[in-house]
């Protein structure tokens, strides 16, 4: 094997855009998958020239790395991460490896909640000012293959808390953070400090000549700002007060951005996607484009004509009244309370799935005051009867999209909601949340 080899462990979207930019860089790549993995990407795999293995991970040949690109699914304590870090072998993740093949200006999203809302809002502000601009990281085409076979001047990338530790020399020219609650706790040893720290490491190697855009409303995020040195210039945006420096904020019923000396004002029912925790979602999608110089009115049609992304409180279909209603990438708590506090009417609530270390008791005071009843879609149920047993009278159990699908509909009436927003991973029955999207929204086609 020779020198300068690179590693991919994970042959999904991310891992396979990072070998065949490895490979168009001149790089030796090896591309090993644990799992089966999908035709289209065995393809790409051939077609690229790309040795790969799958079903198993080959130790001796995945030592023998200069460096490893790990897919942000595989967590730190498999066997074979451990080997590479005891030979000291660098473990990076594919939008660093990307980041340092780019001259392109890196607008990066991250936070608990709404990072694909948003990031695709901004995406859309962009091509409709006509900038040449590409989506990636967490959303949409890799990254890597993008810089690989396309050329952005821009690149709006969603960014987990996985690919961000991961992350090293890579710099964003503006980093956005949305918000911060406990989540994957279960991959920062149930420790919040630790995912508080992973979140944070987006501003890593920012410059005076960087931006930094954030929620002032969200305590962890400003008790975080308050122990660190930041760099960068800050623009806060908040619903709670009103600010005089550069940012945004809620007057009355709109939304004012203020960002050189220009006011940007909308109101609230002229936007596309409702709801408060869409405000914040606008607004941090508002002050990016501004601070790019696009203008007011590209900005107002754009947030106004969105669409929003699929599984994300999507509007499914109403039967006989009753409205369904798909959230199925509400995989955790924070991501249910808000599903939970835009509703406007009684609710069936389908929920359940691998929990990540939930504490239910943030849900109990909208649960009590919105859901007649709750429908668990999981294998594992019995920490969500613990939690509200005593403030909802029906909570059943069911096993497939299908069963949960009927059962709530059985319980709804006339001018209710049933909502599937599990704040749960979706792992126990399927493959991923959109595969539990499409089969809840198939279900509800079905009735």
């Not at 909570?395 to 709530?408: F, G, L, Q, Y």
């Amino acid at each position: 094997m020779s020198k300068n080899k690179i590693v991919i462990l994970g042959a999904g979207e991310s891992g396979v855009g990072a070998a065949v930019l490895a490979k168009v860089k001149g790089f030796d790549v090896f591309v090993s998958d644990k799992g089966k993995i999908e035709k289209k990407y065995k393809n790409v795999l051939s077609q690229y020239d790309i040795e790969f293995e799958e079903g198993k991970h080959s130790e001796k040949l995945i030592l023998q790395a200069e460096e490893v690109i790990k897919s942000p699914g595989i967590p730190d304590n498999v066997p074979v991460i451990k080997s590479l870090v005891q030979k000291g072998i660098k473990i990076i993740s594919e939008i660093e490896f990307a980041g340092r093949y780019t001259n392109a200006k890196k607008i990066c999203i991250t936070g608990s909640n709404g990072k694909t809302t948003t990031t695709l809002l901004i995406h859309h502000i962009f091509k409709n000012a006509g900038l040449n601009a590409g989506l990636a990281g967490n959303v949409g085409q890799s990254f890597a293959m993008q810089v690989a076979t396309k050329n952005y001047d821009y690149y709006v990338l969603e960014i987990s808390s996985f690919q961000l530790d991961g992350m090293y020399d890579f710099k964003a020219d503006i980093a956005v953070i949305l918000n911060i609650t406990p989540d994957h706790l279960d991959r920062y040893n149930y420790n919040f400090q630790n995912y508080i720290d992973s979140k944070f490491r987006i501003l890593q190697n920012q410059t005076n000549d960087d931006l930094f855009i954030y929620c002032m409303d969200d305590k962890v995020i400003i008790d975080e700002i308050g122990k660190r040195k930041i760099l960068s210039k800050t623009y806060p945006f908040t619903i709670q007060k009103n600010i005089s420096n550069e940012g945004a904020y809620l007057s009355e019923n709109n939304i004012i951005i203020n960002i050189k000396s220009t006011r940007f004002i909308m109101t609230l029912e002229e936007l596309a996607l409702q709801g408060k925790h869409n405000i914040y979602n606008s607004m941090a999608a508002g002050i990016s484009a501004r601070l790019f110089d696009i203008r007011n009115d590209t900005i107002k049609q754009s947030l106004s004509d969105f669409q929003n992304v699929e599984h994300r409180l999507e509007y499914v279909a109403t039967i006989h009244g009753i409205e369904f209603i798909n959230d199925s990438k509400a995989t955790n708590i924070n991501s249910t309370w808000y599903a939970l506090e835009s509703m406007d009417r009684p609710v069936i609530w389908i929920a359940g799935g691998i929990d990540k270390g939930n504490d239910y008791n943030i849900l109990r005071s909208l649960v009590r005051k919105k859901v007649k009843a709750i429908v668990c879609l999981g294998v594992e149920n019995k920490k969500i009867y613990n939690a509200f047993a005593d403030d909802v009278e029906t909570i059943v159990e069911t096993i497939s999209a299908s069963d949960a699908v009927k059962t709530a509909f059985n319980f709804a009436e006339k001018n209710e909601i049933v909502l599937l927003s599990p704040a749960c991973a979706s792992f126990d029955l399927f493959n991923n949340y959109e595969d539990r999207g499409k089969k809840f929204k198939k279900a509800v086609n079905e009735l």
